[in-house]
Nanobody
Framework: QVRLVESGGGLVQAGGSLRLSCAAS????????MGWFRQAPGKEREFIAG????????YYTDSVKGRFTISRDNGKNTVYLQMNSLKPEDTAVYYCAADYLGSAVVLATGVESWGQGTQVTVSS
């Protein structure tokens, strides 16, 4: 099983940017599709971005498309989420997730490992 540790969260003003990182260890990272999910207070966890094992395919939900970019460096066993033009509604705990041999559309039911989460707070 792969172990995931997120970093990079914090407090930012609306319109600002943050980059989240998720470092993996354990099983071969390059065999995992990776996804970013988020959970706002009182809401269910939602999938927002995913990337295939090779990095050739990505997927974004409409709420973040054009503002967020997911990428990966298999040499560093790390996946990133660059978040630009942040809005107060982006405030949530962000989780990375690993789906063994999965696709860029990462389903929560297929996730093998979750990170511990990192808080992102966007002030208006």
């Amino acid at each position: 099983q792969v172990r995931l540790v997120e970093s990079g969260g914090g407090l930012v003003q609306a319109g600002g940017s943050l980059r989240l990182s998720c470092a993996a260890s354990g099983r071969t990272f390059s065999r995992y599709a990776m996804g970013w999910f988020r959970q706002a207070p009182g809401k269910e966890r939602e999938f927002i971005a995913g990337i295939s094992w090779s990095g050739d395919n990505t997927y974004y939900t409409d709420s973040v498309k054009g503002r967020f970019t997911i990428s990966r460096d298999n040499g560093k066993n790390t996946v990133y989420l660059q978040m630009n033009s942040l809005k107060p509604e982006d405030t949530a705990v962000y989780y990375c997730a690993a789906d063994y041999l999965g696709s860029a559309v990462v389903l929560a039911t297929g996730v093998e490992s979750w990170g511990q989460g990192t808080q992102v707070t966007v002030s208006s």
